[in-house]
């Protein structure tokens, strides 16, 4: 039981003294940065993924 507090006195003091946070607004532009990102990277996935069923659709129904 010592060992677990002995643990946890030492994991607090890290996050308390030993860890840099990040600013509000850097976290604020990253959160903007990784939303951004995202969304172009699903639009490119959903485009592409439109062009293979249309073109299978066409394909398929022969009326290429």
């Known amino acids: ?3 677990l507090k ?3 006195a030492e ?3 890290e996050i308390k003294n030993k860890v840099t946070w990040s600013k509000y607004s850097e976290l604020q ?3 903007i940065l990784v939303l951004v990102a995202s969304t172009l990277f699903a639009l490119v996935i959903g485009a592409i ?3 293979f ?3 299978l659709q066409i394909y398929y ?3 290429f």
């Open 1 to 3: 039981m010592e060992k």
């Open 6 to 8: 002995t643990y946890f």
């Open 11 to 13: 994991s607090w003091d």
């Open 29 to 31: 532009s990253s959160a």
């Open 49 to 51: 993924d439109w062009v």
């Open 53 to 55: 069923k249309t073109g």
């Open 61 to 63: 129904k022969g009326e």
